[in-house]
């Protein structure tokens, strides 16, 4: 029987501590060539652009959806600021855009992320500006697209809002990373293999460090939406979220 | 009766966050048995080491503008970062609690 453990202990240590690259939060600082930094910064720019009106129209037609929509940004604020140990034994950080994604819209949320990775790339050194087209890309525009999209399936399939929101916000989260990886993989190709084989090297860990703080991050924003459901409910039917049950 | 219905599903949905809020920690407790070993650093850190497997001769073409001194720095930054936001959810939420209390006392 102690054999037994013993042998089942050992596998389990090796699995587990064998050495993994992980790469999971944004690209650093100069780490894009100039090219592909340029790319996906004027990729961002339609949806900061569509971002920037639809807020301005959310808020124009009621004034107080400011308060929500600060929150939505500050969620953000406070998500990204958490790096939290994963099981590959690195850290990383959830994104928090799913909540405005599904409260706003997803460039509405293009337009807080890109705020939130301003204020990391420039006081943070945490991603960078030259790599800020990259990283509002998917953090501020896949991210977002990716909730908005899950949350409107699971509501059109009439799944639970939890679920809905929970499911949002999670993949959310996860597409930033993928897209992460995706860029990368791109703009560094491995020598032997390619793109694909780049690709399976930045995802194949990275998706494991970031499933379990995605699953933390679908949780939270389950949490922080009940809460805003709760006391602010003619905001959120305001947006259209609340259907007629209580 | 009504309201003890309304106080028992009020407690069940407190229960149901305070489970929800353990399932977070734990998720971040795991990993440090999980992975004894590991350093735990930032991935963007070992990020340099992979991109530089893949293209030993890359270097990065521009420098941060500012850059924290220490990680003691950086920490209260990131610290600061976490607390600008919990302050501003902290107040909407209170905001919004304050106003449905003083609506439902006037509409009923």
Redesign the interface.
């Known amino acids: 029987m102690s054999k037994k453990l013993q042998l089942t202990a050992g596998l389990v240590l090796m699995l587990t501590v064998m050495p993994a690259q992980a790469f999971a939060m944004h690209i650093m600082e100069g780490f894009l060539p100039p090219v592909w930094a340029a790319s996906w910064g004027v990729l961002c720019i339609p949806f900061i652009v569509m971002g920037l009106s639809s807020i301005n129209k959310t808020v124009g037609e009621n004034p107080r959806l400011k308060i929500i929509l600060a929150m939505a940004g500050a969620f953000a604020f406070v998500l990204s600021a958490l790096k939290i140990p994963s099981v590959t034994g690195s850290c990383s950080h959830p994104t928090g855009v799913g909540l405005g994604a599904i409260l706003f819209g997803p460039t509405a949320m293009s337009v807080l992320g890109l705020i939130v990775l301003l204020f990391q790339a420039v006081l943070l050194a945490h991603g960078g500006l030259t790599t800020l087209g990259a990283n509002a890309f998917s953090m501020a525009v896949a991210g977002p697209l990716v909730a908005f999209a899950t949350y409107r399936l699971v509501k059109k399939a009439k799944g639970p809002q939890w679920l809905g929101v929970f499911l949002a916000a999670a993949l959310g989260d996860l597409m930033t990373y993928v897209v992460t990886s995706v860029q990368l993989a791109i703009a560094f190709p491995a020598e032997v293999g390619g793109f694909g084989a780049s690709l399976g090297k930045f995802m194949g860990i990275f998706a494991l460090t970031q499933i379990p703080l995605a699953i933390s991050e679908g949780i939270l924003t389950v949490l922080i939406f009940n809460a805003i459901a709760a006391y602010g409910k003619d905001e959120l039917k305001g947006l259209n979220l609340l259907q007629k049950e209580g | 009766m009504e309201t003890g219905a309304l106080n028992g599903a009020k407690k069940n ?1 407190l229960f149901v ?1 305070l489970l ?2 353990f ?2 920690v734990v ?2 407790v ?3 048995y ?11 850190g ?6 530089a ?3 030993a001769d ?1 270097e ?9 001194k220490s990680s003691e720095i ?1 920490s209260a ?3 600061l ?2 607390a ?6 902290g107040y ?2 209170g ?3 304050g ?2 209390k003083k609506e439902d006392e006037q509409g009923t």
């Open positions: 949905r966050n929800l809020v399932v977070v998720l971040a795991i990993p440090l999980v992975a004894r070993d590991a350093e735990f650093e930032g991935a963007d070992k990020a340099e080491e992979a991109i497997e893949i293209k890359y990065p073409w521009f420098s941060p503008v500012f850059e924290p950086e930054l990131f610290a970062q976490a600008i936001g919990a302050a501003v959810i909407g939420l905001y919004l609690r106003r449905k």
